[in-house]
């Protein structure tokens, strides 16, 4: 356990054994249990700033009680206070490049400086809800992302084939699929190394930067075990299929277009990669029993207390910010590492350290995010009768690719649905939003905000959890990266976007498909929607 915990904090040079840590939570979630709450909107409530969340305080949902990450009647903070936000960016955009040695030995502590003053400020203010909330969005975030990476990583799968630009178009296809079934990330750190040993001699950035395109995010926008923003969706009611129903012609599209790109660069790649061994299995599996603690990890997803009601809200009975999900699958990730197959693990050649930079570069992220969703859902709200469907659209998606795409997605579709009177907290009204019920084309408004979340979380590298993951896992391995900068210039820019335009001037500018007669267009053409 002292080896486990010393991989995320040596950079701090302390040694922090698991009591301390222990302590330090206790001290810190007692503290938050007994600070007064003296916000405007919640006079009327005690001195426990945990009720300001789940108590019927004005302007904050009911749905809190059960859903840790819903919307809150917090003020809405100085636009100053996304300072920090830009600058951890930036160092994450340029440490890098300018001055690496420093970077690699301290960005921990700069994550954790940056992610504190914003902390400060809502301290000063005596705003505690949004950094609770960035304690439980950070705790479902690592708790997920965390167990998927070391359970996985007890996976060596080997497939024994030429490296050819065909067999690399199947291969990114099949994970794109079954990041359907295992979400991507367990998807991206199931088939990162394969993909990567199937290249090897003719490995290069492209490489990389489409797998985090198509299996890391575009594939897992199917079902809401794909991608975190559909599994909230979910939550708050949008039915288990939507998603397959009516987002997989342009999930179809969307992959033959990028898989084509992909084939023709890649084609243009004269180096021989690995070369088939005639005497070995075209599949090569070993350590199959980490797939029962993959397994383990995507049931315990839907332990929550928004799908079986007789789960219980440790958020609500005993302030503690975090769910019994979290609980299992971060018992998962300490059992998965006693026990992987320590074979299959050097094969894959795992160390902490792909997790330990994303654990500590998203604290620092998930803390200095919030003002900015804040000011994004306050601006939302307030203009939701303006948005059209192409702001829902190029909004969800430009700030999923700078911002976690969950919360985003969240906020874009409690704006949407206040367009037509209805209430993002309220199952039933989810629901008819996303069949038309209420009006024929708010379907559409669910499907730009949808398509527009998962897709451009492959912006950048921070847009989904499994990017920055796939990036850390190749260069521990010796691979070569694009930058922060790189990557956004040289394949974000000049491949995502303008596919992504097509697509919004297919389905979602009015051009070709009249946005107001969409519900009829959804009955009679496609018949996937309710009249």
């Known amino acids: 356990m002292k080896s486990f915990l010393g991989a995320f904090v040596y950079p701090f040079y302390v040694p922090v054994t698991a009591v301390r840590v222990a302590a330090l939570l206790l001290f810190f979630f007692s503290f938050l249990t007994f600070f007064p709450v003296d916000n405007a909107s919640a006079e009327s409530l005690d001195s426990d700033p945990m009720a300001y969340v789940v108590n019927d305080a004005p302007g904050v949902i009911e ?3 059960v859903n840790p990450i819903a919307a809150d009647d917090s003020p ?16 994450i955009a340029t440490g890098p490049l300018f001055y690496a040695h420093h970077w690699h030995h301290h960005y921990p502590k700069y994550a954790v400086a940056f992610g504190l003053s914003v902390v400060a400020y809502y301290a000063f203010h005596n705003d505690w809800v949004p950094v609770i909330h960035a304690i439980q969005e950070y705790s479902s975030f690592i708790a997920l992302v965390a167990s998927l990476f070391i359970a996985a990583s007890g996976i060596y799968l080997n497939i024994n084939a030429n490296g050819t630009p065909k067999n690399n178009v199947i291969l990114l296809f099949v994970g794109s699929v079954i990041a359907n079934l295992i979400a991507t990330t367990g998807a991206a750190m199931l088939f990162i190394r394969s993909y990567m040993r199937l290249n090897k001699g003719r490995l290069r950035p492209y490489h990389i930067v489409f797998f985090i395109f198509l299996v890391a995010n575009i594939g897992g926008a199917l079902t809401p075990i794909g991608d975190p923003p559909l599994f909230l969706g979910f939550l708050r009611g949008v039915p288990f299929f939507w998603t397959l129903t009516h987002v997989w012609y342009i999930w179809l599209a969307a992959m033959i277009v990028f898989l084509a790109i992909f084939y023709v660069i890649d084609s243009r790649n004269k180096n021989t990669g690995t070369i088939r061994d005639d005497s070995k299995p075209t599949v090569q599996l070993q350590g199959k029993k980490s797939f ?11 332990i929550d207390p928004n799908v079986l009601s007789f789960v219980p809200n440790l958020y609500k009975e005993f302030h503690i910010p975090i769910g019994i999900r979290e609980i299992i699958m971060l018992s998962v990730a300490v059992l998965a590492y006693k026990f992987a197959d320590k074979d299959s693990m050097e094969k894959n050649e795992f160390t902490f350290e792909p997790i330990r930079e994303v654990g500590w570069l998203f604290l620092g992220i998930f803390a200095c995010m919030q003002p900015a969703l804040k000011l994004i859902e306050t601006y939302a709200t307030e203009h939701a009768d303006s948005l059209t469907v192409s702001v829902f659209y190029w909004g969800t998606g430009s700030l999923s690719g700078i911002l976690d795409n969950a919360p985003t997605y969240l906020n874009f579709l409690s704006a949407a649905m206040g367009k037509f009177g209805l209430q993002s907290d309220v199952p039933a009204q989810v629901q008819d939003f996303a069949a038309g019920a209420s009006s024929p084309e708010s379907w559409i408004f669910l499907l730009a905000i949808s398509v527009a979340a998962v897709f451009f979380g492959a912006l950048t590298y921070i847009g989904n959890a499994p990017n920055f993951m796939v990036k850390a896992i190749a260069e521990s391995n010796g691979v070569s990266t694009p930058s922060f900068f790189g ?15 097509v697509i919004w001037v297919i389905f979602f500018s009015g051009f070709i498909v009249d946005v107001t007669e969409a519900g009829e267009m959804c009955v009679t053409f496609l018949g996937t929607c309710n009249p």
């Open 63 to 65: 749905a809190n009680a």
């Open 76 to 91: 809405t903070p100085p636009v100053w206070l996304v300072i920090p936000f830009v600058l951890l960016l930036i160092m």
């Open 487 to 501: 990557y956004l210039v040289r394949y974000s820019i000049p491949i995502l976007i303008p596919v992504f335009f």
């Open 292 to 302: 029962i603690w993959v397994a383990i990890i995507i049931v315990s997803v839907f």
